[in-house]
């Protein structure tokens, strides 16, 4: 019998690269837990995210603390995003560990915004598209959650599945903007 040994890859290689002004980067560390809310459970569930410096955040916003994020997906729904750390147990909801299910790609510069309004149809001005804002759309019929980390900074998710065509994307809208 042959002897094989699994050994784990990011969907994109640890991907780098600077294009029109934007870097994008994969970022292979970052931990995804689902975490959804137990019919009635919403005291439990604020509980749980109290210990970890949180409150629940509404659909469409997050929040930031040390490696953590929390990110309201929907009422009862959230994503906890941890870089660089492992995900903490809550055992008053229900979880689901989603971290190889999404390819993470952090993209920033001064361009960024150019090459979004490409791919996206939201409002992205700073008028209406603030710091921390967590907003969900599809870039080439893919789904993708974008937060926005900072004025030039974005944290992208997608199918890891498509993460080779959602690079293309992205790509194809910068090199359009170059």
Avoid at 25 to 41: C, F, H, K
Avoid at 145 to 171: N, R, T
Wanted: hydrophobic residues 45%; proline residues 4%.
């Amino acid at each position: 019998m042959a002897n094989f040994e699994l050994v784990e890859k990011a969907p994109l290689g640890n991907y780098v690269r600077s294009i029109a002004g934007v870097t994008i980067t994969e970022v292979p560390d970052l931990n995804i837990l689902s975490i959804a809310t137990p019919l009635g459970g919403e005291a439990k569930r604020d509980a749980a995210l109290k210990k970890l410096g949180f409150d629940p955040a509404t659909p469409g916003t997050s929040f930031a603390k040390g490696n953590l994020r929390l990110v309201g997906m929907a009422s009862d729904q959230h994503f906890l995003l941890a870089e660089n750390g492992e995900l903490p147990n809550l055992p008053d909801v229900y979880t689901t560990d989603q971290t190889h299910n999404w390819v993470a790609i952090r993209a920033e510069g001064e361009n960024l915004w150019l090459a979004m309004e490409r791919l996206c149809m939201l409002d992205l001005h700073p008028d209406v598209c603030s710091k921390d804002d967590a907003l969900r759309f599809d870039i080439e019929t893919m789904y993708t959650v974008m937060v926005k980390e900072d004025a030039k900074k974005i944290l992208l998710l997608a199918a890891s599945s498509s993460a080779g065509s959602f690079l293309h994307a992205l790509e194809t809208s910068l090199i359009a903007i170059a």
